[in-house]
T-cell receptor, first 112, second 114 residues
């Protein structure tokens, strides 16, 4: 079955610097890759997604890149702010299945 | 506004009791999911349903039960057979067959055994 590996598990960056979270997936049939942000005590919220026919997508300070050949995808947050502190989950979805497989999450700390 | 509502936000269970967590959505989504999240951990799938009156076990279904009598509702019962039920429970939904959509999550129920 599909497996999604996410690194690092914890990441601390200085406010204003960039943060990068990386994920790999195992099933080449995966074609949809969402990213979720979870604040303390709340449910995850979709922040950006990318489909397999696209290599990069950007939304203000957030960008996601996808390398289908290597089965890698990454989340990039630029000019980090205190409100970016949260847990981030990457995920992958296969065309033949509604289920989304999640990575184990990255706890991002933005240092003042 | 459309959304997915979980209730209650906090729930306390005594040893040996069954408790039911509510999940309701008005998004007209076909598929619904229940996840368990332990402190500092990822999301583990308990049960999911892709259509009314049908559901499948996820990775950690033991000690849990569900029903899907209505499209809008997918309640989760934590039975006394679940030996370590203290966790944060998340419900999610998505349109069936829509491979280019993510899940919409509820705000979660925190269950504590007392």
């Amino acid at each position: 079955g599909e497996n999604v590996e996410q690194h690092p598990s914890t990441l601390s960056v200085q406010e204003g610097d960039s943060a990068v979270i990386k994920c790999t997936y195992s099933d080449s049939a995966s074609n949809y890759f969402p990213w979720y942000k979870q604040e303390l005590g709340k449910g995850p919220q979709l922040i950006i997604d990318i489909r397999s026919n696209v290599g990069e997508k950007k939304d203000q300070r957030i960008a996601v890149t996808l390398n289908k050949t290597a089965k890698h995808f990454s989340l990039h947050i630029t000019e980090t702010q205190p409100e970016d502190s949260a847990v981030y989950f990457c995920a992958a979805r296969m065309n033949r299945d509604d289920k989304i497989i999640f990575g184990k999450g990255t706890r991002l700390h933005i240092l003042p | 506004d459309g959304g997915i509502t979980q209730s209650p936000k906090y729930l306390f269970r005594k040893e040996g009791q069954n408790v039911t967590l509510s999940c309701e959505q008005n998004l007209n989504h076909d598929a619904m999911y229940w996840y368990r999240q332990d402190p500092g951990q990822g999301l583990r799938l308990i049960y999911y349903s892709q259509i009314v009156n049908d559901f499948q076990k996820g990775d950690i279904a033991e000690g849990y039960s569900v029903s899907r009598e209505k499209k809008e509702s997918f309640p989760l019962t934590v039975t006394s057979a679940q030996k370590n039920p203290t966790a944060f429970y998340l419900c999610a939904s998505t349109p069936a067959g829509s491979v280019n959509y993510g899940y919409t999550f509820g705000s979660g129920t925190r269950l504590t055994v007392v």
